[in-house]
């Protein structure tokens, strides 16, 4: 079992500050996580993206304490797997630890998160990609990721370099959840392929979210299952018009586990969208709830 004892905290020093912005001229790579561990959806998407010289900016917009959970050491868990990956310390923006944005409840959070992240990323011409949770109903803060990612994208005209990257969703198999299984309604897939030597490291890495043991119980043979059968990281495009809708039709994950219900979620995000984007935003689509 993990060492219970009190981390250092001087490594949430410049995370924490919140002052690192982007500079002009700077080409960077922006990631928008729910919860510390997220980025193991996507370590080769990051790894690529630093060592081909981009400066890589990852923030999380909860505290990731659900349950008591220590936030401290899940910060840093992910900062050290972040650094294995090439991305600067000062670069990793715990947004949701800073702010009090507690885990489970972000989308009661969109506006005040949604400063915060165009307060990392300023300014906007900076940002060369922007990658964003899926919007497929496995956990509510994922979909408030896309939520906020996509209304920060809409407003800084970054949607045409935009990337929604799937983790998990409600599936009718024994474990009800299914891994890396993007949606056909989130439009086309593009896939990366993932070397083999490069698989073997990131299933080491995600060995090393101790705090997370229970969690990983069950995810890590589904990683693994995904790297030696699929091995490749697909993304979609971000668009708009499919906030009109359910993720997908049936209970969502985080329904059938009782972590929140759709219709307040819908709520709240029905009332962000509109106070964040033009109605001609949506001209193509009949409302703004289904």
Not at 98 to 109: A, Y
Not at 160 to 175: C, E, G, H, V, W
Not at 177 to 185: C, D
Request: proline fraction near 4%.
């Amino acid at each position: 079992m993990p060492s219970e004892q009190p981390l250092p905290t001087q490594y949430l020093a410049q995370s924490l500050g919140g002052n690192n912005r982007a500079c002009p001229g700077q080409s960077l790579v922006a990631f928008l996580f729910a919860h510390q561990d997220d980025e193991v959806a996507v370590f080769s998407c990051i790894e690529r993206a630093a060592r081909g010289g981009r400066r890589v900016v990852c923030l999380y917009l909860t505290d990731g304490g659900h349950g008591g959970q220590r936030t401290d050491r899940r910060c840093a868990e992910s900062l050290s797997v972040l650094q294995s990956l090439g991305v600067d310390a000062a670069d990793i923006h715990f947004i949701g630890v800073r702010e009090g944005f507690r885990d489970g409840e972000l989308h009661t959070r969109l506006e005040a998160a949604l400063a915060a992240v165009e307060a990392v990323l300023t300014p906007a011409d900076a940002v060369h990609a922007l990658y964003m949770h899926a919007w497929e109903g496995g956990h509510q803060d994922h979909d408030a990721v896309h939520l906020i990612g996509a209304a920060y994208a809409a407003k800084a005209g970054l949607l045409d370099i935009s990337r929604q990257f799937t983790l998990y969703r409600a599936a009718s198999n024994l474990l009800g959840v299914k891994l890396f299984a993007p949606l056909a309604e989130n439009g086309p897939v593009a896939e990366e392929s993932i070397p083999r030597t490069a698989r073997l490291r990131y299933l080491g890495l995600a060995l090393t979210y101790t705090s997370q043991w229970k969690t990983f119980a069950v995810l890590f043979p589904m990683l693994v299952h995904a790297y030696c059968t699929q091995g490749v990281e697909a993304t979609q495009g971000v668009s708009l018009a499919r906030l009109n809708a359910r993720p997908h039709d049936g209970p969502l994950l985080y329904e059938r586990r009782g972590h929140a219900r759709y219709e307040e979620f819908r709520a709240a995000g029905d009332a962000f969208l509109r106070a964040q984007l033009r109605s001609e935003d949506f001209e193509n689509a009949d409302s703004l709830r289904r």
